[in-house]
Nanobody, 123 residues
Framework: QVQLVESGGGLVQAGGSLRLSCAASGRAFGGYYMAWFRQAPGKEREFVAAIRSGGSTYYAASVKGRFTISRDNAKNTVYLQMNTLSPEDTAVYYC?????????????????WGQGTQVTVSS
């Protein structure tokens, strides 16, 4: 069993930056495939970024070049550095985990979810 707790959301102006963190409980964090998804009001949950246990990363086209996912296995934590934010990035951001390889962009592939953290970007 893994518990995920996100933090770092907030209100930021367009063009600004935020760093989200997701702290995981439980053992064998290093073996988990970690991802960030987001959900805006009235929209479906969408893939943002993912990172394999070995460090390979994947990004949605809409965030590539602006967002960076990373992990610190010693701290059981995954991060999402978000730069050049726009109002279109406003959403609740969720951390997700799966032991083993998921279908990266498919939210239903992930077994564990955090409670979400709100990111609001003002224009």
């Amino acid at each position: 069993q893994v518990q995920l707790v996100e933090s770092g959301g907030g209100l930021v102006q367009a063009g600004g930056s935020l760093r989200l963190s997701c702290a995981a409980s439980g053992r064998a964090f290093g073996g988990y495939y970690m991802a960030w998804f987001r959900q805006a009001p009235g929209k479906e949950r969408e893939f943002v970024a993912a990172i394999r246990s070995g460090g390979s990363t994947y990004y949605a086209a809409s965030v590539k070049g602006r967002f960076t996912i990373s992990r610190d296995n010693a701290k059981n934590t995954v991060y999402l550095q978000m730069n050049t934010l726009s109002p279109e990035d406003t959403a609740v951001y969720y951390c997700a985990a799966r032991f083993g390889s998921p279908v990266v962009t498919d939210s239903q592939s992930y077994d564990y979810w955090g409670q979400g953290t709100q990111v609001t970007v003002s224009s």
